[in-house]
T-cell receptor, first 112, second 113 residues
Framework: NAGVMQNPRHLVRRRGQEARLRCSPM?????VYWYRQLPEEGLKFMVY????????ESGMPKERFSAEFPKEGPSILRIQQVVRGDSAAYFC??????????FGQGTRLTVV | GDSVTQMEGPVTLSEEAFLTINCTYT??????LFWYVQYPGEGLQLLLK?????DKGSNKGFEATYRKETTSFHLEKGSVQVSDSAVYFC????????????FGQGTRLTINP
């Protein structure tokens, strides 16, 4: 019974490149949440998605960031034209309807 | 807006010491409260939770009581072990269905043998 799977675990990008972070929710879960953790800080909510729908994106930066959760396949968090300030750990969590959220191990993005 | 404030870290204790990590919150309404633990290189794991005032959450020897009057949810353990070394996050959420959590900044705990 695999948990929430995120890949890659570590990602290095040069400034201006694109970063794609993937999250496969736990089996049976249809809700996905993305959080960002800056160094020595807590996690900050970014976006909440259900299959094919963005439910709440109040924590997403207005530019360069997008997220999707297609009918088939993992959820993708996409960061275009990355800058040094995007360096962080990005965590995905999944849940069922009215159930606890389980977190993945995170993707640590480093922008050089 | 809603927020969570945790005791500043890092916290270093000897094995078998008593642990308290303070957590207070600001919220309009009555949220559910959580403690998560993050071991090195891993994601967050739910440690315990409480959904209403005066509830006590407990797990693995850790406890926390939801105090509405002081808007607090302090984490305690009577005798810590080296394996408890981790980062601890206090969090709140409102919605019954959605798992949109508001986290504190985390407290790094190191237990020395």
């Amino acid at each position: 019974n695999a948990g929430v799977m995120q890949n890659p675990r570590h990602l290095v990008r040069r400034r201006g490149q694109e970063a794609r972070l993937r999250c496969s929710p736990m089996k049976g879960h249809s809700h996905v949440y993305w959080y960002r953790q800056l160094p020595e800080e807590g996690l900050k909510f970014m976006v909440y998605l259900q299959k094919e729908n963005i439910i709440d994106e109040s924590g997403m930066p207005k530019e360069r960031f997008s997220a999707e959760f297609p009918k088939e396949g993992p959820s993708i968090l996409r960061i275009q034209q990355v800058v040094r300030g995007d360096s962080a750990a990005y965590f995905c969590a999944s849940s069922g309807q009215n159930t606890e959220a389980f977190f993945g191990q995170g993707t640590r993005l480093t922008v050089v | 807006g809603d927020s969570v404030t945790q005791m500043e870290g890092p916290v270093t204790l000897s094995e078998e010491a008593f642990l308290t990590i303070n957590c207070t919150y600001t919220a309009t309404g009555y949220p559910s409260l959580f403690w998560y633990v993050q071991y090195p290189g891993e994601g967050l794991q739910l440690l315990l939770k409480a959904t209403k005032a005066d509830d006590k959450g407990s797990n693995k020897g850790f406890e926390a009581t939801y105090r509405k009057e002081t808007t607090s949810f302090h984490l305690e353990k009577g005798s810590v072990q080296v394996s408890d070394s981790a980062v601890y996050f206090c969090a709140l959420k409102f919605s019954q269905g959605a798992q949109k959590l508001v986290f504190g900044q985390g407290t790094r705990l190191t237990i020395n043998p």
